[in-house]
């Protein structure tokens, strides 16, 4: 089901389903903000990744001395949330250990997700709670897509991925199946901005480390129009679309990283966000700002 909040500015839709955001609306303009979600493009509109982010060695995990399955970005996307609170400014879902994650992920847990608005800012916090277990080992991250050309008259080559301070991003390589080999590259020297063009994610996506700004944007490049992440308290950072021609672009804060290809399977050895003691919890905010 589909719950929405709003102010002057924004409207802001939840599906309960991955408590995934599946539209923002400029009310002012009627503009739709978010990724759409075409199937024949990209399915999806803004997921949460978790209990993990990426692939896992060898598409599995030892947990509790018994082997799973596990796909890409964990599972957190793709199971109902329930709907705990629903205010003027809040809505907030929880995904708490069920029948249908057990089997994915032995873990008691609990993942709460709460949206506020302020002005043109939209503040998605994600908690994890340790009810009982001994330790408590996830990574986690953002995935949200954002809709370009933002109108008719302007095209995919009329933006940019835009820094807030000078950098000369770092990436780790995961090409070409999603898991670390120990390779990094640079995507530019010294710079400020990235044109969006058809090569930028021909080889799928960029997982920048440790940058210095505390945004990271889309910016139309003669209006000044933007969406602005603050990414100052995530030590990942991606950007991502389908080859081509974009027709959105991801910006994708995370805290943790895909496993590696030689790297154990076993659960408790991947290099985790937080590592939770019974009864701790732990929090991240994504804050994206819709500048209009």
Request: glycine share 6%; hydrophobic share 35%.
């Given at each position: 089901?589909?719950?929405?909040?709003?102010?002057?500015?924004?409207?802001?839709?939840?599906?309960?389903?991955?408590?995934?955001?599946?539209?923002?609306?400029?009310?002012?303009?009627?503009?739709?903000?978010?990724?759409?979600?075409?199937?024949?493009?990209?399915?999806?509109?803004?997921?949460?990744?978790?209990?993990?982010?990426?692939?896992?060695?060898?598409?599995?995990?030892?947990?509790?001395?018994?082997?799973?399955?596990?796909?890409?970005?964990?599972?957190?996307?793709?199971?109902?949330?329930?709907?705990?609170?629903?205010?003027?400014?809040?809505?907030?879902?929880?995904?708490?250990?069920?029948?249908?994650?057990?089997?994915?992920?032995?873990?008691a847990f609990?993942?709460?997700?709460?949206?506020?608005?302020?002005?043109?800012?939209?503040?998605?916090?994600?908690?994890?709670?340790?009810?009982?277990?001994?330790?408590?080992?996830?990574?986690?991250?953002?995935?949200?897509?954002?809709?370009?050309?933002?109108?008719?008259?302007?095209?995919?080559?009329?933006?940019?991925?835009?820094?807030?301070?000078?950098?000369?991003?770092?990436?780790?390589?995961?090409?070409?199946?999603g898991l670390l080999h120990?390779?990094?590259?640079?995507?530019?020297?010294?710079?400020?901005?990235?044109?969006?063009?058809?090569?930028?994610?021909?080889?799928?996506?960029?997982?920048?480390?440790?940058?210095?700004?505390?945004?990271?944007?889309?910016?139309?490049?003669?209006?000044?129009?933007?969406?602005?992440?603050?990414?100052?308290?995530?030590?990942?950072?991606?950007?991502?679309?389908?080859?081509?021609?974009?027709?959105?672009?991801?910006?994708?804060?995370?805290?943790?990283?895909?496993?590696?290809?030689?790297?154990?399977?076993?659960?408790?050895?991947?290099?985790?966000?937080?590592?939770?003691?019974?009864?701790?919890?732990?929090?991240?905010?994504?804050?994206?700002?819709?500048?209009?």
């Amino acid at each position: 089901m589909q719950y929405s909040i709003e102010n002057d500015i924004l409207r802001l839709t939840v599906d309960s389903h991955g408590a995934e955001p599946v539209s923002v609306i400029h009310k002012p303009t009627g503009a739709e903000l978010l990724w759409q979600a075409d199937p024949a493009v990209w399915k999806r509109h803004a997921p949460i990744l978790f209990p993990y982010t990426g692939k896992l060695t060898g598409g599995k995990m030892l947990a509790k001395g018994v082997e799973y399955a596990g796909g890409q970005h964990g599972f957190a996307r793709d199971v109902e949330h329930t709907m705990t609170h629903h205010a003027d400014n809040l809505l907030e879902f929880e995904l708490h250990a069920n029948a249908e994650t057990l089997p994915k992920w032995p873990y008691a847990f609990v993942l709460r997700s709460s949206f506020t608005l302020e002005g043109e800012t939209v503040h998605h916090t994600l908690t994890v709670e340790n009810p009982v277990e001994d330790k408590l080992c996830f990574g986690i991250g953002y995935h949200p897509a954002f809709a370009i050309p933002f109108d008719d008259r302007h095209t995919f080559a009329d933006y940019e991925i835009r820094f807030s301070e000078p950098e000369s991003p770092l990436c780790v390589n995961c090409r070409p199946y999603g898991l670390l080999h120990g390779n990094l590259y640079y995507l530019g020297s010294n710079i400020r901005e990235i044109p969006i063009d058809e090569k930028l994610f021909a080889n799928d996506s960029h997982c920048m480390v440790n940058l210095r700004s505390q945004t990271i944007g889309i910016y139309e490049k003669d209006t000044g129009r933007a969406v602005v992440c603050d990414i100052a308290d995530f030590p990942y950072t991606l950007i991502w679309s389908k080859p081509g021609q974009p027709k959105f672009v991801c910006i994708e804060p995370w805290h943790s990283l895909p496993s590696a290809e030689n790297g154990s399977t076993q659960w408790e050895k991947k290099p985790a966000a937080a590592i939770l003691a019974p009864g701790e919890e732990w929090s991240c905010t994504l804050s994206t700002e819709f500048v209009r």
